[in-house]
């Protein structure tokens, strides 16, 4: 991973390769797959996780659910007014803003903020 360093302020700032998520031992595409799953746009993971993965997914979806309020904000009138569960607001971000990647290049760039959390690494530095 790259790392630079500000020789101003001694702030370093850490490149995310490409399809991973902050903070998560998770692709990208993996994740996207199995919220597509929960949400019945697909039916699941092909492979299907093993015991670890499995469990890393799981905590991601339980933690995409307490975000609902926190993404209708963020991705505002991309989305319809009324929506009445996680599952459906997964699939509203699937049609409106199209691929997981697509969804955190939008959050970072306009709401410095991820779709599992809300990080300080994605604010500017003080
Ligand atoms: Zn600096």
């Known amino acids: 991973m790259h790392r630079y360093l500000c020789l101003l ?6 490149v995310l390769p490409l399809l991973r998520l902050t903070y998560r031992c998770l692709a990208v595409a ?3 797959a199995h919220f597509d799953g929960q949400a019945k746009v697909s039916c699941g993971l092909d492979p299907p996780p093993g015991t670890t993965e499995a469990g890393c997914l799981q905590r991601a979806w339980n933690r995409f659910l307490t975000r609902a309020d926190r993404l209708k904000d963020a991705f505002g009138q991309m989305l319809p007014a009324e929506i009445h569960s996680p599952e459906q607001l997964w699939k509203e971000l699937r049609r409106a803003v199209g691929s997981t990647e697509e969804m955190l290049r939008f959050l970072a760039q306009n709401c410095k903020c991820s779709l599992l959390g809300d990080y300080a690494c994605l604010r500017p530095a003080p």
């Open 9 to 14: 302020c001694g702030h370093t700032v850490s």
């Open 30 to 32: 993996r994740l996207q």
